[in-house]
């Protein structure tokens, strides 16, 4: 008889077990329907899913390369998402070789290939990790509030001439951009926009080039399915 409830009570903890590791199973899934997954925006072989001049942009190696080398634009140029999005988790890598580029979010498309609206900056000096916004209030106050000390630190986060890590992360009034670890700008703007498509920016002037890599969002409102 004890043999045999010793039995019994090992049966029943391996069903015990075999529940739990099926509801561990389960659970991701539910987590992740209920909280969003990162989601690539780039695949790694070509432009689907973005619009921009070709002329500019290409694929190699698994990057977007953006360069004005051999070509003059007459303003600065953009390569868009043709989806629009809102609260988000924005993560991307780029490396730039010289002058000026940045990752809009929450932007307007405007013909040919022009963008308005925020801007994560990425420059050569002074401004890489800055908010800007193009087309609207430009530099935006909290970076002229900054003293020329603390204007000068976010640069010391900079990778230049490698691959830097960019998160901007959206979620109402509240825009926060992290770079390589480092949070370079947290406010609350009531006054920018809540909406808008994600673009890659070369800049008029030098001839010049940048690459992005490891493109990926994260939607903080996913919509309920079911």
Aim: hydrophobic letters at 35%; charged letters at 30%.
């Amino acid at each position: 008889m004890e043999r045999r409830n010793r039995m019994l009570i090992k049966g029943f903890a391996v069903l015990a077990l075999a529940s739990l590791a099926a509801t561990l199973a389960v659970e991701p899934a539910w987590l992740a329907e209920k909280t969003g997954e990162f989601k690539p925006l780039f695949n790694g072989k070509d432009l689907t899913g973005w619009d921009g001049d070709s002329r500019l942009w290409r694929v190699e190696n698994g990057e977007i390369v953006g360069s004005t080398e051999g070509v003059t634009i007459e303003h600065n140029t953009f390569l868009s998402t043709k989806e629009s999005y809102s609260d988000f988790i924005l993560k991307a890598k780029v490396k730039l070789r010289n002058h000026n580029s940045g990752i809009q979010f929450r932007s307007e498309q405007q013909p040919d290939y022009v963008v308005a609206g925020y801007q994560a900056d990425i420059a050569e000096q002074t401004y890489f990790g800055m908010l800007y916004e193009e087309k609207k209030r430009g530099i935006m106050e909290y970076w002229k509030a900054m003293t020329p000390e603390e204007q000068a630190k976010t640069q010391t986060y900079v990778k230049q001439g490698d691959w830097n890590e960019y998160e901007i992360i959206c979620e109402g009034d509240h825009v926060k951009l992290i770079l390589n670890g480092h949070v370079t700008c947290d406010i609350t703007d009531p006054e920018g926009a809540k909406t808008g498509i994600i673009a890659l920016q070369l800049h008029a002037g030098p001839a010049m080039e940048v690459r992005f890599k490891d493109i990926s969002i994260k939607d903080l409102k996913p919509e309920k399915k079911g």
